[in-house]
């Protein structure tokens, strides 16, 4: 008989796919207050 173990989540990302990716980050930043962590692409 096997007893069944904790799953725990260590981590999240959001990923948001654009055509513009400058244009974008531009957005989330200047008007809706973000910070950019990390850009790829």
Known sequence: MTHPTAISLCGAATVFVVQDV???V??????????????YG
């Open 22 to 24: 400058l244009r974008a």
């Open 26 to 39: 531009e957005h989330y930043r200047d008007v809706l207050g973000f910070q950019t962590g990390f850009t």
